[in-house]
C-alpha cells in the first residue's frame, strides 16, 4: 500500500472540475484507491464521492492506494495535484476578470428611492439588461412507478444515458463556439456524472430490487445531491444543482419528455425570472431573445452563473420568492453589477439606467471590436499582446479574439495523459494546425517543461527532495537528448507552415542555451529547414542577473514570472500559508525583470511576459512602463488588456516605474500603481 498526503491548492478546493481531471486520472489505474479528509472517505474513482469530501483550498487530504501498479499511481497522483489539478494554482495577484470590464470601468449606480419597487440579490454576471419580464417555468417530473423487468428498466436506462451525452455534448460544442470553451467543461463534468460508478451501482441496485429505472435514477441522485447541498462550502454546496441538472435531463428522456420545458420565448427580448435555471437552462438560452435573468435562488458561484458571464449574459441570483410574483411583461431593470431588480421604473431612474447601460456596452463592445487593433498606448508605443494556449482549439479562440500571436503554447498537453511519447508525425501535425490557425502570426512553442514535479510514465525521473530545484524543463530534455530531437525536428518541419519560434524552459547557464541552439542547427542541417527564432524563458534569477550574457545569443527572452517569483522570493508557489506573501509585484522580481529588459534592448531583443502578471491590471502600467514589448495572457482576456493598454501613456509610466523600483513591498508598489489610476 502507497499512502500520502497533500494539500489542495486551488482557489476553490476540490471544485467539479478539477475533481473530474482527477477521477479521470484515477480510473487509469487497477488499484483501489481512496481519499480521506477529516473523518470522510471516498473512492477517488467517483467524482460525486469525491465531491461529497467537501475539500476547500488549503484542506488536506490522505491517499491509500493498493493495487499492482500502486507506486505508479501515486507518484501520478501526487504529481497531478502539486500541478493544479489543470487549473492555474493561486499566485499573488488576480488576473483580468475574462467575463467583466468592471475591473477597468466604474458604473454609475442606480439607486431607486421607491425601495418597495426594488428586489436585492446577489450579483452573479456583470451587465445592466432593461425589458420585460417572462416567467420561465418548468414542467413538473412524475415519476412513472410501474416495474417491467430488470432487462427492460436497464435497456430504457441505457437508451436514456445515450441520448443524455448527445445533448450534453451538444450543448459543449455550443460554448465552445461562443469562445467559451473553459466554461464548456462543465458539461464534461455531467458527462463524468453518467459515468459514476457508484452513482450507477446505486440505481442498479434499485432496478434489481423492482423499482423502475426512473424512480432508481431518482432516489440515487437524490441522495447524492442531498449531500451535497448540506456541505458547508457553498462553492461545493452548489455543485447540487448540477448533479439535478444532469438527474432532470436523464429523467425527462427516460419519460419521453425530451425538451424538458413549456416555456416558448417571446419574439421580443426579455429579462427571464426563474426560480433557478440550471447549467443546461442557462446555456440553451437564446441570447437573440434572452436580455439577462433573475433567479429567486442560486448563487454567483453556480454553473449556471459561472455560464452567464462567458456568455455576456447579466444576471443577479438569490433575489428571493417575490421576483416569482412578477407578471409577465413587467418592465425591470436588472443590473448584474448591483445584485439588484428595479420593478417599473419611473423615467428619471429608466433614464440613469439606460445611461449606465450605454457606458458598459460602449466599454466592452468597444473592447471586443478592437480586439483585433494593435495595443498603442496614448503617446503611440506599442505592446504586442498574444496568447498563452495549450491545443489548437485554443488556436483558433485566440486568433478570434484578436491575439497578435502566441507567447507560449504549452505543449506538455501532448506528453501527458499517455503511456508512451508522442511520435513525431503526432507533434508535426499538432504545430502545422496551430500555425495554420495563427495564419501567419507568430507562435512560440516552449519545449518540453516536464520534470520531477510532472512526472511522465516513459521518462524515469529519481524522486527528489525538491523537484522544482531538480531535474526539469531544459535539464531533463538535454539529458534526453532523443525526447528534445523530435520535438526539435516536428517544430522544424512545421515551420514550413507558419512563423514558429522555438523557447527552451528552465535555462539557468549559457552552457545550456549553446547546447540546445547546437542541436537546432544540426537538425535544420539535416531537414534543409529554414531558420527560426530562439529564445528562452526567464524563469530563474541567475538567467535574470546573467541576461547580459544570454541576450547575444537568444533572438528573445520570455519572462515567466509565476516562477521566477516562487524562486526569487523563495516560496513555493503551492504553499497554502505563504500564498499571500507571494506576489510578482515585489521589488526584487520587479528589479530583475528591469535588468532582463534593459539588457535584452541593449542588444536589440525584445522581452515577453508570459505569467499571470501579464493580465493583472495594476501589473499591466509595470510591466509597460518597465519596457516589456509583449504581453502573452489567456484567450478571453486579450481584448480588456489591450483596451487597458491603450489608455496609457508610456512617459507617466515610465515616471510610475522609477518609484516602484524604489519601493521595499509589494503592497507599497500596488498602493503606487492605484494612485498613479
Given at each position: 500500500?502507497?499512502?500520502?498526503q497533500l494539500v489542495i491548492q486551488n482557489?476553490?478546493?476540490?471544485?467539479?472540475?478539477?475533481?473530474?481531471?482527477?477521477?479521470?486520472?484515477?480510473k487509469k489505474f487497477e488499484s483501489d484507491?481512496?481519499?480521506?479528509?477529516?473523518?470522510?472517505?471516498?473512492?477517488?474513482?467517483?467524482?460525486?464521492?469525491?465531491?461529497?469530501?467537501?475539500?476547500?483550498?488549503?484542506?488536506?487530504?490522505?491517499?491509500?492506494?493498493?493495487?499492482?501498479?500502486?507506486?505508479?499511481?501515486?507518484?501520478?497522483?501526487?504529481?497531478?495535484?502539486?500541478?493544479?489539478?489543470?487549473?492555474?494554482?493561486?499566485?499573488?495577484?488576480?488576473?483580468?476578470?475574462?467575463?467583466?470590464?468592471?475591473?477597468?470601468?466604474?458604473?454609475?449606480?442606480?439607486?431607486?428611492?421607491?425601495?418597495?419597487?426594488?428586489?436585492?440579490?446577489?450579483?452573479?454576471?456583470?451587465?445592466?439588461?432593461?425589458?420585460?419580464?417572462?416567467?420561465?417555468?418548468?414542467?413538473?417530473?412524475?415519476?412513472?412507478?410501474?416495474?417491467?423487468?430488470?432487462?427492460?428498466?436497464?435497456?430504457?436506462?441505457?437508451?436514456?444515458?445515450?441520448?443524455?451525452?448527445?445533448?450534453?455534448?451538444?450543448?459543449?460544442?455550443?460554448?465552445?463556439?461562443?469562445?467559451?470553451?473553459?466554461?464548456?467543461?462543465?458539461?464534461?463534468?455531467?458527462?463524468?456524472?453518467?459515468?459514476?460508478?457508484?452513482?450507477?451501482?446505486?440505481?442498479?441496485?434499485?432496478?434489481?430490487?423492482?423499482?423502475?429505472?426512473?424512480?432508481?435514477?431518482?432516489?440515487?441522485?437524490?441522495?447524492?445531491?442531498?449531500?451535497?447541498?448540506?456541505?458547508?462550502?457553498?462553492?461545493?454546496?452548489?455543485?447540487?444543482?448540477?448533479?439535478?441538472?444532469?438527474?432532470?435531463?436523464?429523467?425527462?428522456l427516460l419519460l419521453g419528455d425530451k425538451?424538458?420545458?413549456?416555456?416558448?420565448?417571446?419574439?421580443?427580448?426579455?429579462?427571464?425570472?426563474?426560480?433557478?435555471?440550471?447549467?443546461?437552462?442557462?446555456?440553451?438560452?437564446?441570447?437573440?431573445?434572452?436580455?439577462?435573468?433573475?433567479?429567486?435562488?442560486?448563487?454567483?458561484?453556480?454553473?449556471?452563473?459561472?455560464?452567464?458571464?462567458?456568455?455576456?449574459?447579466?444576471?443577479?441570483?438569490?433575489?428571493?420568492?417575490?421576483?416569482?410574483?412578477?407578471?409577465?411583461?413587467?418592465?425591470?431593470?436588472?443590473?448584474?453589477?448591483?445584485?439588484?431588480?428595479?420593478?417599473?421604473?419611473?423615467?428619471?431612474?429608466?433614464?440613469?439606467?439606460?445611461?449606465?447601460?450605454?457606458?458598459?456596452?460602449?466599454?466592452?463592445?468597444?473592447?471586443?471590436?478592437?480586439?483585433?487593433?494593435?495595443?498603442?498606448?496614448?503617446?503611440?508605443?506599442?505592446?504586442?499582446?498574444?496568447?498563452?494556449?495549450?491545443?489548437?482549439?485554443?488556436?483558433?479562440?485566440?486568433?478570434?479574439?484578436?491575439?497578435?500571436?502566441?507567447?507560449?503554447?504549452?505543449?506538455?498537453?501532448?506528453?501527458?495523459?499517455?503511456?508512451?511519447?508522442?511520435?513525431?508525425?503526432?507533434?508535426?501535425?499538432?504545430?502545422?494546425?496551430?500555425?495554420?490557425?495563427?495564419?501567419?502570426?507568430?507562435?512560440?512553442?516552449?519545449?518540453?517543461?516536464?520534470?520531477?514535479?510532472?512526472?511522465?510514465?516513459?521518462?524515469?525521473?529519481?524522486?527528489?527532495?525538491?523537484?522544482?530545484?531538480?531535474?526539469?524543463?531544459?535539464?531533463?530534455?538535454?539529458?534526453?537528448?532523443?525526447?528534445?530531437?523530435?520535438?526539435?525536428?516536428?517544430?522544424?518541419?512545421?515551420?514550413?507552415?507558419?512563423?514558429?519560434?522555438?523557447?527552451?524552459?528552465?535555462?539557468?547557464?549559457?552552457?545550456?542555451?549553446?547546447?540546445?541552439?547546437?542541436?537546432?542547427?544540426?537538425?535544420?542541417?539535416?531537414?534543409?529547414?529554414?531558420?527560426?527564432?530562439?529564445?528562452?524563458?526567464?524563469?530563474?534569477?541567475?538567467?535574470?542577473?546573467?541576461?547580459?550574457?544570454?541576450?547575444?545569443?537568444?533572438?528573445?527572452?520570455?519572462?515567466?514570472?509565476?516562477?521566477?517569483?516562487?524562486?526569487?522570493?523563495?516560496?513555493?508557489?503551492?504553499?497554502?500559508?505563504?500564498?499571500?506573501?507571494?506576489?510578482?509585484?515585489?521589488?526584487?522580481?520587479?528589479?530583475?525583470?528591469?535588468?532582463?529588459?534593459?539588457?535584452?534592448?541593449?542588444?536589440?531583443?525584445?522581452?515577453?511576459?508570459?505569467?499571470?502578471?501579464?493580465?493583472?491590471?495594476?501589473?499591466?502600467?509595470?510591466?509597460?512602463?518597465?519596457?516589456?514589448?509583449?504581453?502573452?495572457?489567456?484567450?478571453?482576456?486579450?481584448?480588456?488588456?489591450?483596451?487597458?493598454?491603450?489608455?496609457?501613456?508610456?512617459?507617466?509610466?515610465?515616471?510610475?516605474?522609477?518609484?516602484?523600483?524604489?519601493?521595499?513591498?509589494?503592497?507599497?508598489?500596488?498602493?503606487?500603481?492605484?494612485?498613479?489610476?
Amino acid at each position: 500500500m502507497r499512502e500520502f498526503q497533500l494539500v489542495i491548492q486551488n482557489r476553490t478546493g476540490l471544485h467539479a472540475r478539477p475533481a473530474k481531471v482527477l477521477v479521470k486520472a484515477t480510473k487509469k489505474f487497477e488499484s483501489d484507491i481512496r481519499i480521506f479528509h477529516g473523518d470522510k472517505q471516498a473512492n477517488a474513482k467517483s467524482m460525486i464521492s469525491v465531491l461529497t469530501l467537501g475539500v476547500e483550498c488549503g484542506g488536506e487530504v490522505r491517499f491509500e492506494v493498493v493495487g499492482a501498479d500502486e507506486d505508479a499511481a501515486a507518484q501520478a497522483l501526487r504529481s497531478l495535484i502539486e500541478q493544479g489539478l489543470d487549473e492555474e494554482l493561486p499566485s499573488t495577484s488576480v488576473p483580468v476578470s475574462a467575463s467583466s470590464p468592471k475591473s477597468e470601468v466604474v458604473l454609475p449606480v442606480i439607486q431607486d428611492q421607491n425601495v418597495g419597487k426594488q428586489l436585492t440579490g446577489v450579483p452573479a454576471a456583470p451587465g445592466i439588461a432593461i425589458g420585460p419580464v417572462f416567467q420561465w417555468q418548468r414542467n413538473q417530473i412524475i415519476v412513472d412507478e410501474t416495474f417491467t423487468d430488470v432487462v427492460t428498466e436497464r435497456a430504457s436506462l441505457d437508451k436514456a444515458f445515450q441520448a443524455a451525452k448527445e445533448q450534453l455534448v451538444a450543448l459543449h460544442n455550443k460554448l465552445v463556439t461562443q469562445s467559451a470553451a473553459s466554461e464548456a467543461a462543465i458539461f464534461e463534468v455531467h458527462l463524468e456524472v453518467l459515468e459514476d460508478p457508484e452513482l450507477l451501482e446505486r440505481v442498479y441496485e434499485g432496478i434489481e430490487s423492482q423499482h423502475s429505472a426512473a424512480h432508481a435514477w431518482q432516489v440515487a441522485i437524490d441522495d447524492r445531491a442531498n449531500i451535497l447541498a448540506a456541505l458547508s462550502d457553498s462553492l461545493l454546496a452548489a455543485r447540487a444543482a448540477d448533479l439535478r441538472d444532469v438527474g432532470d435531463r436523464v429523467l425527462r428522456l427516460l419519460l419521453g419528455d425530451k425538451d424538458g420545458d413549456s416555456n416558448v420565448l417571446p419574439a421580443y427580448p426579455v429579462i427571464v425570472v426563474a426560480s433557478n435555471l440550471t447549467p443546461s437552462d442557462t446555456a440553451a438560452l437564446d441570447s437573440d431573445k434572452v436580455l439577462g435573468f433573475c433567479t429567486a435562488a442560486g448563487g454567483p458561484t453556480a454553473h449556471s452563473a459561472i455560464i452567464a458571464r462567458a456568455r455576456g449574459l447579466p444576471a443577479v441570483v438569490s433575489a428571493g420568492e417575490a421576483v416569482l410574483r412578477l407578471k409577465n411583461e413587467t418592465l425591470v431593470i436588472l443590473d448584474g453589477d448591483a445584485g439588484t431588480l428595479i420593478i417599473d421604473p419611473d423615467a428619471e431612474v429608466l433614464k440613469a439606467a439606460q445611461i449606465a447601460q450605454s457606458q458598459y456596452r460602449a466599454c466592452w463592445d468597444a473592447a471586443q471590436k478592437l480586439s483585433s487593433e494593435p495595443a498603442i498606448t496614448q503617446d503611440g508605443h506599442r505592446v504586442e499582446v498574444v496568447a498563452n494556449i495549450g491545443g489548437v482549439d485554443d488556436a483558433q479562440q485566440a486568433y478570434a479574439r484578436g491575439a497578435e500571436g502566441v507567447g507560449l503554447l504549452r505543449t506538455e498537453f501532448l506528453f501527458l495523459d499517455r503511456d508512451t511519447p508522442p511520435t513525431e508525425e503526432e507533434q508535426f501535425e499538432v504545430y502545422r494546425d496551430i500555425a495554420l490557425a495563427l495564419k501567419g502570426q507568430p507562435v512560440i512553442i516552449r519545449t518540453l517543461d516536464i520534470g520531477g514535479d510532472k512526472p511522465l510514465p516513459y521518462v524515469a525521473v529519481p524522486e527528489e527532495m525538491n523537484p522544482f530545484l531538480g531535474e526539469r524543463g531544459i535539464r531533463l530534455c538535454l539529458a534526453r537528448p532523443h525526447l528534445l530531437r523530435q520535438q526539435l525536428r516536428a517544430i522544424l518541419r512545421a515551420s514550413e507552415h507558419g512563423k514558429l519560434r522555438i523557447m527552451f524552459p528552465m535555462v539557468s547557464d549559457i552552457s545550456e542555451v549553446r547546447q540546445a541552439r547546437a542541436m537546432v542547427e544540426e537538425l535544420q542541417s539535416q531537414l534543409g529547414a529554414g531558420s527560426v527564432e530562439i529564445g528562452i524563458m526567464v524563469e530563474v534569477p541567475s538567467a535574470a542577473l546573467l541576461s547580459d550574457i544570454f541576450a547575444p545569443e537568444v533572438d528573445f527572452f520570455s519572462i515567466g514570472t509565476n516562477d521566477l517569483t516562487q524562486y526569487t522570493l523563495a516560496i513555493d508557489r503551492t504553499h497554502a500559508t505563504l500564498a499571500n506573501k507571494l506576489d510578482g509585484l515585489h521589488p526584487a522580481v520587479l528589479r530583475l525583470i528591469a535588468r532582463t529588459v534593459e539588457s535584452a534592448h541593449q542588444a536589440g531583443k525584445w522581452v515577453g511576459v508570459c505569467g499571470e502578471l501579464g493580465s493583472d491590471p495594476q501589473a499591466i502600467p509595470v510591466l509597460v512602463g518597465l519596457g516589456v514589448d509583449e504581453l502573452s495572457v489567456s484567450t478571453p482576456a486579450i481584448p480588456m488588456v489591450k483596451a487597458q493598454v491603450r489608455e496609457l501613456q508610456l512617459e507617466s509610466l515610465r515616471v510610475l516605474v522609477s518609484e516602484v523600483l524604489a519601493c521595499s513591498t509589494a503592497s507599497e508598489v500596488r498602493d503606487k500603481v492605484k494612485t498613479m489610476r
